[in-house]
């Protein structure tokens, strides 16, 4: 070799990686403006529904379990033998519909789950547990 020495060879052989590194950082920066400009909307036309929207009632059936063990059945007393006819009454004979059940703190657990047990003998499979929001006591 003319003149060379080995120290210059070696210096020929390293890669400056610095305009590799700006042209990764450019091409990052064009991804990720395009990337959310890529995202097309779908237009879809629904063909329209036959079928009749299901009824909600106004009111909903609330079984009120009081301290005394008396049963209201959205603000009117009722007995437990006539339990099943009033809610039928008071839902128009859906039995799929929720029934709210509420309890005094009093009331033993035993007696609530005697009401269920008449709930579900009655059809009423359906059964939500009203309770306080435990957020709004704490003030």
Not at 44 to 53: D, G, M
Not at 74 to 100: C, F, H, I, M
Not at 111 to 117: G, I, R, T
Request: proline share 4%; aromatic share 4%; net charge negative.
């Amino acid at each position: 070799m003319r003149g060379h020495t080995d120290h210059e060879v070696s210096e020929l052989h390293e890669i400056n990686v610095t305009p590799f590194i700006d042209v990764m950082l450019v091409l990052l920066i064009i991804f990720m403006i395009a990337a959310p400009l890529a995202t097309v909307d779908v237009s879809v036309n629904l063909p329209a529904a036959n079928a009749e929207p299901s009824p909600h009632l106004d009111k909903p059936l609330t079984l009120t379990l009081k301290a005394d063990l008396s049963i209201e059945l959205s603000g009117t007393a009722v007995t437990r033998n006539t339990l099943g006819e009033a809610l039928d009454r008071a839902g128009g004979g859906d039995k799929q519909q929720t029934v709210y059940l509420q309890a005094d703190r009093t009331v033993a657990y035993g007696e609530l789950m005697a009401l269920m047990n008449e709930l579900r003998a009655a059809g009423y499979l359906h059964v939500a547990l009203v309770g306080l929001d435990a957020n709004k006591l704490v003030q």
